[in-house]
């Protein structure tokens, strides 16, 4: 149902009037801190109080880093248009807007809710020992890697939770009467019984057949411009500094290949396993010692009887043991490891031959006979199988030790020796790859320096182009740097019409045919007006935003949005180079019922409700405290350091 309704939400909007305003609250490790200075020039204004172009610059800068976290690669420009600029501006001011409030009602986060905050997020909420202890000294790496000290980050999630209760107030006590969602999800979900005539263009392509002037007249048309456009692109070379290039020109010694191989030798053995079978005498460690006597004594009877008779065994543990889980299976216990039994019974098992049965092992259950009766793994790796693999370990470690002096010396050189990348690739023994029909932005499934959106907008920039200059190094990964030059530059044009005519034509055998069926079709409609019972092509169906049936989608939504005052109804749906299409709508019905759960749909109603009546409250909160945009926002110039 929540699948519907999202898929719907353009409708949903209409029958609720909801205005949805993104949220600038974040939670999480992501905190932020605000630097003012500088830019003192008051952007915005909030009780009384100046929002700085500073503050601004700052807000815009932690977002860009914040996606910079989560997606290394992503190019700051995105966030650099008037409209993300204007959702951060509009960030500011909500928070400024709900502190004053949450101010003037003396709200405020108790060290209890603090603490029930901080164990809400998961990143958090994994520092928790086995004891159930708080990590501390995990807690304060985490956030120092973040910049930012316990206190900070405690006080930024004390006041998100304090600005959420002015909000939460109203949102989460909302109340969406009954009958009000009721006729809001009738009317978006009731069901139509539709009666649809096809004009498909496909069925007109062979009636037209345009002429030159036809396809010139297309060809020149400025609103068909963009379609004959040949992007520009560019024949490159590059070069890539990356810990594969660097390894190749590192030698391990012998002996250190050997050495290392001695200090990691757990590393290249295959775990011993053991596969055993037990039979237990329960007897727990806080019984008393007769009753744990009697068990024992109970155990080596059943020892004696195994050792009389091996081969009983299995019997015995299905009629003997007091483990329910394995004693269905003749007490077999399949392979484990170390660590994977209490040590009493690890240590007998492990210390026993295959086939062998012990004598009776007291553990903090009760008292085990054990047998063994498989053995795997336990095999040790010999140097010459592993020694590529360590080889190219060492190298590794080698050549991330060795990486960042080597990127100094690499963005240094191709800058400085910006007419070739030959220098370059000589000292780092680096092959100069091309590329040929590059574009401004990464082709669909493009990969390393070709697949980076920040290398590709350096490659075309001005510099780049006009001078055909090396670009300055850039990271296209984890221990990566690329720098490349422009060969050739083609720029952006306009295809000749011999390039492109069969292109033309095709569009303009699709639009004419497509004009063919749409006079049909609008033929057809009038006489359906006229006589709105007249026969029609195949049989009626009945139709739902839930259940288009095999109705194509565009029909079905016309034929929902249609007036049914009065039946039937008859309307004609535009389907663009597909055609036209003669809709009759003979009957409405109550809702689909299977389109949806009826205390879902209230859930979901409330909901809605609660956000609208939130928004509306903080819209009112807004003129209370007389936010408000200055002018200096409007005219304001990119946020600097970006």
């Known amino acids: 149902m929540f699948d519907f309704v999202r898929k719907h939400t353009r409708i949903l909007q209409f029958v609720l009037v909801l205005l949805i305003f993104p ?56 966030f650099d248009t008037p409209e993300m600029k204007q959702q951060v501006l509009d960030g500011l001011i909500r928070e400024r807007v709900l502190l004053a409030a ?11 809710r603090l603490q029930r905050e901080l164990l809400s997020i998961p990143q958090l909420a994994s520092l928790k020992k086995p004891d159930g202890s708080f990590d501390v000294d995990a807690y304060k790496a985490l956030l120092s890697a973040q910049g930012m000290t316990p206190e900070m980050f405690e006080a930024r999630i004390r ?8 909000l939460d107030g109203v949102g989460a006590t909302a109340f969406a009467p009954t009958s009000l969602s009721n006729a809001a999800f009738d009317a978006l979900l009731q069901q139509r019984e539709v009666q649809v005539q096809r004009f498909d263009a496909k069925g007109y392509l062979g009636k037209v057949n345009p002429s030159d002037d036809d396809l010139q007249a297309y060809y020149k048309a400025p609103e068909n411009a963009a379609q004959f456009q040949a992007p520009e692109q560019a ?7 990356d810990l594969e290039s660097i390894k190749k020109d ?42 744990r006597e009697k068990a024992r004594a109970k155990a080596e009877q059943l020892l004696a009887e195994v050792k009389k008779s091996p081969g009983s065994f299995a019997d015995l543990a299905r009629k003997n043991s007091d483990d329910p ?17 209490v040590k009493p019974f690890e240590d007998a098992t492990f210390g026993l031959k295959q086939g062998e049965i012990s004598g009776v092992v007291e553990s903090d259950f009760g008292y085990h006979i054990i047998q063994v009766t498989g053995i795997r793994g336990g095999e040790k790796k010999s140097f010459e199988q592993v020694r590529a693999e360590i080889e190219n370990e060492a190298k590794t470690q080698q050549a991330q030790s060795r990486f960042a002096a ?73 221990s990566q740097l690329a720098s490349g030059r422009i060969v050739q530059y083609s720029p952006a044009r306009q295809r000749s019409f011999d390039e492109v005519k069969a292109q033309v034509r095709e569009q303009v055998v699709a639009k004419q045919a497509a004009a063919l069926a749409r006079k049909d079709g609008e033929a057809r409609l009038a006489e359906l007006q006229k006589s709105p019972d007249a026969a029609m092509p195949g049989s009626a169906v009945m139709v739902s935003r839930a259940a288009a049936k095999d109705v194509a989608r565009d029909i079905v939504d016309a034929a929902l949005r249609a007036p049914a005052d009065k039946l039937p109804a008859v309307i004609g749906v535009e389907q663009g180079t597909q055609g036209y299409a003669v809709v009759r709508i003979s009957k409405v019905t109550a809702r689909d019922p299977a389109a949806a759960d009826t205390r879902q749909l ?26 408000e945009v200055l002018p200096a926002a409007k005219a304001a110039s990119a946020p600097a350091g970006l």
């Open 23 to 78: 949220s600038f609250v974040f939670f999480g490790i992501q905190g932020y801190s605000r630097f003012t200075g500088g830019e003192n020039e008051p952007v915005a204004k909030v009780a009384g109080q100046n929002i700085t172009q500073a503050e601004w610059s700052a807000a815009q800068r932690e977002q860009v880093e914040r996606v910079r976290r989560q997606m290394p690669g992503v190019d700051a420009k995105l």
């Open 250 to 291: 590192i030698s391990i010694p012998e002996e250190e290949l050997r050495k290392y191989y001695a200090e990691n030798e757990k590393r290249h053995s295959t775990p011993e396993e053991r596969r055993a079978s037990h039979i237990l005498v329960k007897a727990e460690k806080s019984a008393p010692a007769a009753e």
């Open 102 to 112: 949450a101010n003037k009602a003396h709200l405020v986060t108790t060290n209890e």
């Open 602 to 627: 209230q859930a979901q109603f409330g909901q809605a409700w609660g956000d609208a009546e939130a928004q509306a409250y903080y819209a009112a909160l807004k003129q209370r405290f007389g936010a």
């Open 159 to 166: 006041q998100d939770a304090t600005m959420r209760q002015v």
């Open 235 to 241: 024949s490159i070379e590059y070069l890539v500094l």
């Open 406 to 478: 080597a990127a100094v010396d690499f963005t240094n050189m191709v800058y400085e020796q910006s007419d070739s990348l030959k220098p370059a690739a000589e000292k780092f023994k680096l092959q100069i790859r091309t590329a040929a029909d590059v574009k401004r932005t990464p082709a669909p499934g493009a990969t390393g320096a070709l697949g980076n959106a920040k290398f590709l907008e350096s490659l075309f920039s001005t510099d780049s182009v006009t001078n055909k200059r090396n670009v300055e190094a850039v990271e296209v990964g984890p």
């Open 325 to 341: 889980g394995s004693a269905q299976r003749g007490g077999d216990l399949d392979f484990f490891g170390r660590g994977a039994m």
